[in-house]
Structures are given as C-alpha cells and as structure tokens.
C-alpha cells in the first residue's frame, strides 16, 4: 500500500513549457497546473495542460488508473483502458483530443474537456 499525497497549483507560463501528460507546447501566456506531491517517499512535480488534467480527472472518476492487473502508468494508457472496456463517445474524444494533443486540424486548440469530464 503506498501513500501518496499531492497538490495542484495553477500558474501563468512565462516562457514555453511541455505537457507532462500529453506532451503539447504550452506557450507563454497560457495558464498550466503544476501537480506536485510524494508518492512512496518519492517527491515529484508534472507540468500538465488544462486538458490533460480535466481527462486525468475524469479517468480517475472511471476508476481506470488502477486496473486488475496492476496500476496504469500514465495518462494515454488509462484512457485506452477506459475505451476498451466501455467504448463511448465520451470515452471516444478523450481518447483523439488526447492523441492529437488537444489541437484541432487548422491549429486551434480544442476546448478544454470540462462537459465531457463532469458526465
């Protein structure tokens, strides 16, 4: 059993930072969510985009982060989980907003997943 505890904080990007979660640009002037916190003794800190931790959020919600044969290591894997096992719209533009780093074909983002997060 691990103890883990963890804190959000949400800044304004001064210069370009990556998404830990999905690894999009995010660009000066944007605001990001720094999750900071100690797993197991262990202390660590992601830069995550408004997206990543409104899907972050909802799979957990889904209770995909831990799965019958262990724990899923990172974002991507626990949205795959989640449309395997239920496929679903919902479930469906998560998983492509994700995997398109949550920017559409002409090069505007995406909105951020909140509907889709809170259902």
């Known amino acids: 059993m691990s103890d883990a505890s963890f804190a959000d904080v949400v800044r304004v990007a001064r210069k370009t930072h990556w998404c830990t979660g999905c690894g999009r640009r995010i660009s000066g002037g944007e605001s990001y969510t720094i999750r900071s916190g100690v797993c197991d003794g262990e202390i660590w800190s992601a830069r ?15 209770g995909c982060w831990e799965l019958p044969g262990g724990i899923v290591e990172n974002l991507a894997q626990a949205l795959q989980c989640i449309w395997e096992e239920c496929p679903s719209l919902c479930a469906g533009r998560m998983l492509i907003g994700f995997r398109r780093q949550w920017t559409r074909r002409d090069g505007t983002l995406m909105a951020i997943p909140a509907k889709i997060a809170s259902r």
């Open 48 to 62: 995550w985009c408004h997206h990543c931790v409104a899907a972050n959020d909802w799979a957990i919600r889904e």
